[in-house]
């Protein structure tokens, strides 16, 4: 038997049932994002959130049924293996992926990994809304492509060089420090820095992107913001206070694998944010998803900045599309919150921004929740957890509170807390010697909001936000 979330038993092959519809929309969203997976483990979790009904049964005794079902459903209607986008901990596909209804077209590879490689890229290529030019490639995932290498073989590292390009889709993995600097005409016998300078604005970061000693660093679920802080009692503790952030930094994030070794994997060029940044932490945003190099030093990139369109302000500005409007309309309606990243993003932006607002504003009854400020032009309905951390909340009206314009960017800019019971804080650790703004911060430090009419503040999703760093 397994359980609702209000305690009611439900049969197992009707939980079974309902976690494979879930499962079903959940392997098509993650086909949307080229060469990305999904572990077991995480869609056990989404499966049993998302449906409200849990077991207590081991994850190996259940998930095969559910993927299967899933898997026939993708089969019925013609479409790809949907089950070659979910992989063990250490990235193999799972043994369900085998037994799974098969796709008329599926892959005929007599490898299971690359057979699974194969029906993965048909997944992407229906699916994907990033797909590169070209169509892609049959891709293994990072832990498998580094098992699989000989210890002495670089002659992918030479392919890629003769490339001279790598993106974030790529998910070429990299085994140590040695191996990335080369693509930048660096070649070492050793390196254990965080960084590698290659000229006055511009160095390769080596970030540890897991829990360890002396740094807490986050990337965003879009991958487009990474957010550095120190461990209390770390060896680099006073870093930030005394070094300046970084201007450009090319990214391979080190990572760590419940099981198998670590490797590094690109996650883009990013641009260090001053202005969301203190000596507590560090924020970087990502200009690039690509860079280009020859191997004997040269690189390039093409920064654009995407935070103007992660801004609220900015988004209420923004370009809309009325049929885009009326689709976010009927979505926030429906309880469904989830926008996406697609082609066009400013109008994708502006669109859902417009609906976001007038719930949020409505919501407040079109009035500041801190100043009392009533006149629309100063007002904006200011995302909690900021727009770039979470698709699946960015229609979400708890999510959000109507705040006027310099409100809105002492909270957007850090320099405003609003703590999860519901009042303001100002960081006067961030206020240097601007007597003018210290005064104005002064009027809005510790606040209660005032009470919207319906979907207040979820106090999770502001715990979330200071989580995040902000």
């Not at 901990?89 to 796709?103: E, H, M, S, V």
């Not at 996650?267 to 190099?293: I, K, M, N």
């Not at 009326?326 to 993003?345: C, F, I, P």
């Not at 006149?375 to 009206?397: G, Y």
Request: proline fraction near 5%; include cysteine.
């Amino acid at each position: 038997m397994a359980t609702r979330i209000d305690g009611t038993e439900i049969e197992h092959s009707e939980a079974v049932d309902a976690w494979a519809e879930v499962a079903y929309e959940e392997l098509k969203r993650v086909a949307r994002t080229y060469n990305r997976v999904i572990r077991y483990t995480d869609l056990r979790d989404v499966v049993q959130e998302t449906t409200g009904i849990s077991t207590r049964m081991l994850m190996q005794h259940w998930i095969g049924n559910v993927l299967e079902i899933a898997a026939r459903k993708a089969a019925d209607a013609e479409e790809p293996p949907l089950t070659s986008l979910c992989v063990r901990t250490d990235g193999t596909i799972g043994g369900g992926y085998d037994r799974a209804p098969k796709f008329a077209h599926a892959s005929a590879e007599k490898d299971i990994e690359s057979r699974a490689a194969g029906d993965r890229l048909l997944c992407y290529r229906t699916y994907a809304t990033d797909m590169p030019v070209g169509g892609g490639t049959v891709t293994l995932t990072p832990e498998v492509q580094i098992r699989r290498r000989e210890a002495e073989d670089l002659s992918w590292l030479h392919e890629l060089i003769q490339s001279g390009t790598l993106s974030v889709g790529d998910r070429v993995p990299f085994h140590d420090h040695l191996e990335v600097a080369r693509l930048f005409g660096r070649d070492y016998k050793g390196h254990q820095r965080a960084t590698i300078r290659l000229d006055d604005f511009t160095e390769i970061w080596f970030p540890k992107m897991y829990p360890n000693d002396d740094w807490d660093n986050s990337l965003s679920s879009d991958g487009k913001t990474i957010v550095m802080r120190h461990v209390d009692d770390g060896r680099y503790r006073n870093v930030l206070e005394t070094e300046p952030i970084r201007h450009y930094v090319i990214t391979f994030g080190q990572m760590k694998p419940s099981s198998g070794g670590r490797y590094y994997d690109f996650l883009g060029v990013f641009e260090g944010a001053p202005h969301l940044s203190d000596s507590t932490r560090w924020v970087y945003q990502r200009v690039s998803d690509t860079v280009r190099f020859d191997g004997d030093g040269d690189f390039s990139f093409d920064p654009i900045r995407s935070q103007p369109l992660q801004d609220d302000q900015t988004a209420e500005t923004a370009d809309s599309d009325p049929r885009l409007v009326a689709r976010y309309q009927e979505e926030l309606e429906a309880g469904r919150y989830a926008v996406e990243d697609e082609v066009g993003v400013s109008k994708v932006r502006g669109s859902s921004q417009q609906v976001f607002a007038k719930a949020v504003k409505d919501n407040y009854q079109w009035e500041c929740a801190v100043t009392g400020i009533r006149t629309k032009a100063f007002l904006v309905a200011s995302h909690i957890v900021p727009w770039a951390a979470d698709t699946e909340i960015r229609l979400d009206p708890s999510n959000g509170i109507c705040l006027s314009t310099f409100v809105d960017r002492a909270f957007d800019s850090g320099y405003l807390t609003i703590t999860p019971e519901g009042r303001t804080a100002v960081r006067w650790d961030k206020v240097t010697d601007d007597p003018i703004l210290r005064s104005e911060l002064s009027r809005i430090d510790d606040i209660e909001l005032a009470k919207p009419t319906s979907c207040p503040p979820d106090p999770a999703k502001l715990l979330r936000r200071q989580q995040l760093g902000y």
